[in-house]
């Protein structure tokens, strides 16, 4: 070890004082950083949709009970199918809701157990916290994620994996670091394919359409199918409500991160190296919207997996683009041959 320099003192306008820039984040890191912790109060957009939707219940209700009575003073069977009709309807509704109401509730299991996760890693890498508090913390978030995991058949086996060697592992981080392994990894890679495949879609769609309304329409629809899938991958299974929670959290959280505008690291991937010279622009306009669908996935990612990142390396972003690309390059190389 070198030798501790002495203080001394010096001028805060000394010119041979040289202060260097703080060093260029990583895009890649923006989109798996935590979202800062939003702010309580009251909420006067879900009051106005909740009072406006119990206003248009109870005209339904009002309108079904005058059908029904009419019904039963003009015909005494015609009264009866109404009211039948109306009782299976009302279940209906009561079931949709229901599965709504669960949707939800999973999808805020999920997010409660990453956060917790994320105070359980920074605890077990706190050396001032007592060691029996640290195992505690862990074990409780690896067991939340046992339960969100347990009825599930395509986890069976990693469960039981996990389950006997869990006990060979005694530090906290290690626990943690062995269920991302034994656990999450094999659903990290399923998860990665799922982008992949959408972002290929988007940008073949994209390119092959005549329509800019198309385009749009398809592009929107494979994200939200992209984030049921990823979120029903990780034990979420939102419904329609939890869906759109679930699409407002990524906005929000490409929001915070700078991830809807594309880096420059993406449009150098697109536009660079001669790319544009070789491909049209619909295949090129192709390969953006397919990035872009890349990212809200690799987004998404950050809000459905149970468990921060810690040693297994998230999705990139660029080897996706890159595959886009030379996916699209092959294509560029045979369009000419099939014409001729």
């Not at 039963?72 to 809701?97: E, Q």
């Not at 987004?299 to 890159?322: F, M």
Request: aromatic share 4%.
């Amino acid at each position: 070890m070198s030798k501790p320099r002495k203080p001394a003192v010096f001028s805060a306008d000394d010119p041979a004082i040289r202060v260097s820039a703080p060093p260029e984040q990583d895009p890649e890191a923006e989109l798996h950083a935590p979202e800062p912790a939003p702010k309580r109060g009251w909420r006067w957009g879900a009051l106005l949709l909740s009072a406006l939707g119990g206003l248009v219940v109870l005209a339904l209700t009002s309108w079904a009970t005058q059908t029904v009575s009419a019904l039963f003073v003009r015909g005494g069977w015609l009264g009866w199918l109404a009211l039948g009709l109306a009782i299976l309807a009302g279940f209906s509704a009561l079931m949709l809701l229901i599965a709504e109401i669960a949707g939800l509730m999973r999808l805020g299991r999920v997010t409660r157990l990453r956060a917790k996760a994320e105070s359980a890693l920074a605890a077990a890498e706190d050396a001032a916290e007592p060691e029996r508090r640290r195992l505690k913390t862990v074990r409780g978030v690896v067991s939340g994620l046992e339960r969100l995991l347990d009825d599930r058949s395509d986890t069976a086996w990693q469960l039981r994996r996990f389950r006997e060697h869990r006990g060979d592992v005694i530090a906290p981080r290690g626990i943690m670091v062995l269920a991302e392994r034994e656990l999450l990894q094999p659903l990290d890679q399923r998860a990665s394919a799922m982008i992949a495949a959408s972002a290929r879609r988007v940008s073949v769609i994209t390119a092959i359409s005549p329509s800019a309304l198309v385009d749009v329409g398809f592009a929107a629809y494979e994200n939200l199918r992209l984030m049921r899938r990823l979120a029903t991958l990780y034990g979420g299974r939102p419904g329609f409500l939890g869906l759109m929670r679930l699409a407002r959290m990524v906005i929000a959280h490409l929001a915070v991160t700078g991830g809807v505008a594309m880096g420059d690291d993406v449009v150098q991937q697109v536009v660079g190296h001669g790319l544009t010279a070789r491909l049209s622009a619909r295949l090129g306009e192709g390969i953006v919207n397919g990035a872009f669908t890349a990212r809200i996935g690799i987004a998404t990612l950050s809000q459905c997996r149970p468990l921060p990142y810690i040693e297994a390396p998230p999705p990139r972003l660029r080897a996706l683009i890159a595959d886009l690309i030379r996916r699209e390059r092959r294509a560029a190389r045979t369009e000419p041959s099939n014409a001729g």
